[in-house]
């Protein structure tokens, strides 16, 4: 994911290291602090592979900042990741959120519709954190305060996101 937000923060604009570092951060938020030694080499990964462009520019000081720029190569890569998003992308609420937060660079809203069915049809599979003989735990059977709090979380947000999902598709859909 870190390689689709960094795609998908250079097609807004073209970012140096630290701008696109610390939007990383505030997109991740705590949960998964984004360090120097994962995003510099992902950033020369994407120029090896031609979806990113690098060139230095006089910064304040006396220190040079290498600007980012997306290619029309990491532009089609983009919106391919966009398009078609592995499966953990889906089923991972973090990972998922990170890909809301792009998805709107797919310019087909058909398209857009598509990954938020994928996301809709996982959430509709009858889940659990915990599971008693091969069937999942609901929160009224959960043994303890802190797992019934962990279900009953999760059933408010899940029961929130399918109401988005079902709102956002069919506003794509008219």
Excluded: C
């Amino acid at each position: 994911m870190l390689e689709l937000s960094i795609l998908g923060f250079l097609h807004e604009e073209p970012l140096h290291g630290y701008e696109l570092k610390a939007r990383l951060q505030a997109l991740n938020g705590h949960i998964r602090p984004v360090s120097d030694g994962a995003l510099y080499p992902a950033i020369t990964r994407l120029v090896k592979a031609g979806l990113v462009e690098q060139h230095t520019e006089p910064g304040s000081g006396a220190a040079q900042r290498r600007i980012l720029t997306l290619t029309e190569a990491g532009r089609t890569e983009l919106l391919a990741r966009l398009r078609d998003p592995k499966d953990v992308d889906i089923t991972d609420g973090q990972r998922f959120f990170t890909l809301l937060a792009f998805l709107r660079h797919l310019t087909d809203r058909a398209e857009q519709a598509a990954v938020l069915r994928r996301r809709q049809a996982f959430l509709d599979t009858p889940s659990s954190f915990f599971y008693r003989d091969g069937e999942p735990v609901r929160a009224e059977q959960a043994p303890d305060l802190f797992r019934q709090g962990m279900l009953r979380i999760a059933r408010a947000t899940g029961a929130e996101e399918r109401q988005w999902l079902t709102e956002a598709i069919a506003s794509l859909e008219r």
